[in-house]
């Protein structure tokens, strides 16, 4: 199908694509000698449940050259993202102004995990609100707020009391929502 | 005015904000010894009047560190951006993905330039047709094919054959389209 035909689906990168929270569990972990887990967070993020006088180093090792290069791919997102593909118009949308040295490493990271995503289809902006899609994946509910398409929460520990959108439990749910069709 | 009140207007940088052009003239200039000016491009880009085997030399320039952090501001550029900011949600849009090695540098220089802007109204895109604004300026008539709001063109010598858009001259164009009221 023609992109211009098809509907125009925006996916979020950290915590949605891209599994950034196993990231800094797994620098929080060697740095200070701990076994924290994604089941250790509960509905909190990671900087609620350590002690005060390390949480900055969580902001520390998100502007360590190579912390956004080196994010594994979230657990079944490349094959559903390659099917969505042939059936929607995919941007992937990511709020990157938090931490713009992070840029570079982020762009290389989609051309190094989805090789073929062109270029034109990759936002980085700070405000989703501003994204003209029919859909939203996207764990942080705030940019749901202005969205004009619909919005679809993708489970993050943080999120889990979050009950006004629709929700994604993992890529499977992600497939179940956009890619089955009644026959 | 509340920014949820406000009509939203997009900016594209190279071009409208920044000019971008004036930067590969002094370039070129200087290694080759001309003195090339905007007015000797009537309507052709840099690339098209220039001896065939020079042209890669503007992509090295391009790609050169520094050369997006050392543009110059567009004339008048800076103070009615500052107006227009009190009557619009304005964002500054750009495609940036032609050149992703200036990711940063273009962060570094809106930050310098227009420092209380604010990085949540900052979008690096490739199709700005998926910018949800009511208005965009933009150089490149390309990106106001799919958009749902008003797109004007803001001249450049590449652009002066365009018909198909309202065009903006200079940032005094700019003012009186949208900054001027019917008292």
């Known amino acids: 199908m023609k992109d211009n035909l098809k509907q125009r689906l925006a996916i979020d990168m950290d915590e949605v694509l891209a599994d950034t929270l196993a990231r800094f569990l ?5 740095e200070f000698g701990e076994n924290l887990t994604k089941a250790d967070l509960s509905e909190r ?32 997102s490349h094959a559903v993202m390659e099917e969505l593909r042939e059936h929607y118009e995919v941007f992937i949308a990511t709020a990157a102004m938090e931490f713009p040295s992070s840029f570079s ?3 290389l ?12 289809h990759i936002v980085f902006c700070g405000d989703k609100s501003v994204i003209s899609t029919d859909f939203l994946i996207d764990d942080s509910p705030r940019h749901f707020d202005r969205f004009s398409g619909r ?5 993050a520990p943080h999120n889990r009391a979050e009950t006004r959108y629709p929700r994604l439990n993992d890529w499977e749910d992600v497939r ?6 009644e026959e």
Chains 1, 2 share one sequence.
Not at 176 to 181: D, E, G, N, P, S
């Open 109 to 120: 990271w989609i051309k190094h995990h989805f090789p073929t995503f062109p270029d034109t």
């Open 105 to 107: 490493e982020k762009y």
């Open 151 to 155: 919005g679809f929460l993708y489970t």
């Open 26 to 30: 797994s620098e929080y972990n060697r």
């Open 176 to 181: 179940r929502q956009f890619l089955t069709r």
């Open 45 to 76: 993020k990671l900087a609620e449940i350590i002690p005060a006088d390390r949480r900055a180093r969580l902001r520390h090792y998100a502007l360590s050259p190579g912390f956004f290069r080196d994010i594994p791919v979230m657990a079944g």
